[in-house]
């Protein structure tokens, strides 16, 4: 293999910013919470925010044109009854293509995620619903398998999730991988197609045969409600690449249109059209999760 083709699989340029925070302190970010519980009883139902592997956690779930994140406005929807926590991992293993794909990582982060969630600041018995954005989707999936073979956390709690640019089977592993590589100043190929992936091809196949397990144990537990898949319509400006949402979605979701790119996803508005389908996805599922919510249900009033 050439020495340029190396240096694209292998190689990292850094984007440091003189002014601001230096790229190792943006990585080794992750400062987990919860960021609202009901004041005056226990939850009822944990949602848990799982972002993507992007360089800078600060504005992942917030829009530009609002003063709060956009979890808060979900929470307000279900105020007597759901927890919300922010779950922030770190990203310093981000340093090349080949680490992005690598699935040491992905394992080793999503039992942090095991681990984190069995803590006495998180721990409960009551539902969980993971809105979860690209890598945090295949934080999700491999707890879930993780879960099965061990009797965790995704074994013993009832879950559904609603998978924002998640990617899925090989091609869209490596679409999702590009687009992150570009995202974090790591030089790579303009495209997937474009991409030797002849040294990482094994790498991307063991976390397309997790995906694949995962979607057994989906099936096994059909009376649970179903995954929302959500997908962007829109191409990222700098470098015109989208996941396509056949990646994102797979048949057995509920597709939800999301009209952003792919590293803006999250960062949604509640007048947001994708923003509405998502709290109305959500409500139903709720009331299949806690049964009583309707009664218990605040309405939000302006």
């Not at 105020?79 to 919300?84: M, S």
């Not at 879930?144 to 061990?150: G, I, K, N, R």
């Not at 999702?176 to 303009?190: L, N, Q, R, Y």
């Not at 979605?249 to 960062?267: G, N, Q, R, Y």
Request: charged share 25%; net charge negative; proline share 6%.
């Amino acid at each position: 293999m050439p020495s340029s083709a190396l240096f694209r699989l292998f190689g990292r340029s850094q984007n440091i910013d003189p002014e601001g925070p230096s790229i190792d302190d943006l990585l080794n970010k992750a400062e987990s919470r919860v960021l609202h519980r009901p004041s005056e009883r226990e939850h009822d139902i944990d949602f848990i925010f799982i972002h993507d592997s992007v360089p800078d956690l600060d504005h992942v779930w917030k829009s530009d044109d609002s003063d709060k994140l956009w979890p808060t406005h979900v929470f307000e929807h279900f105020p007597t009854l759901a927890r919300i926590i922010i779950y922030e991992y770190r990203r310093n293993w981000v340093e090349s293509l080949a680490e992005i794909v690598d699935p040491h990582h992905l394992r080793t982060l999503s039992e942090e995620l095991l681990v984190a969630l069995g803590q006495d600041e998180y721990k409960s018995g009551v539902p969980l619903v993971v809105f979860a954005h690209g890598f945090g989707g295949l934080l999700y999936e491999q707890a879930v398998v993780l879960s099965e073979d061990t009797g965790d956390i995704f074994k013993q709690r009832t879950h559904t999730a609603f998978l924002f640019g998640t990617p899925h089977m090989g091609a869209g592993i490596a679409e999702w991988a590009i687009m992150t590589a570009k995202s974090h100043g790591i030089p790579c190929a303009k495209t997937a197609q474009a991409q030797d992936w002849s040294l990482l091809k094994d790498k991307i196949a063991v976390t397309a045969t997790m995906q694949k397990r995962f979607r057994e144990i989906l099936e096994r537990h059909s009376s649970r409600p179903g995954l929302s898949g959500c997908f962007s319509t829109k191409r990222e400006p700098a470098s015109s690449l989208i996941l396509a949402p056949e990646w994102a979605v797979l048949p057995e979701f509920k597709p939800i249109a999301v009209d952003h790119e792919h590293s803006s996803m999250t960062m949604l508005a509640p007048e947001d059209k994708a923003s509405k389908d998502i709290v109305e996805t959500l409500e139903s599922v709720v009331k299949q999760l806690v049964p009583d919510s309707a009664e218990d249900r605040q309405p939000v009033t302006d």
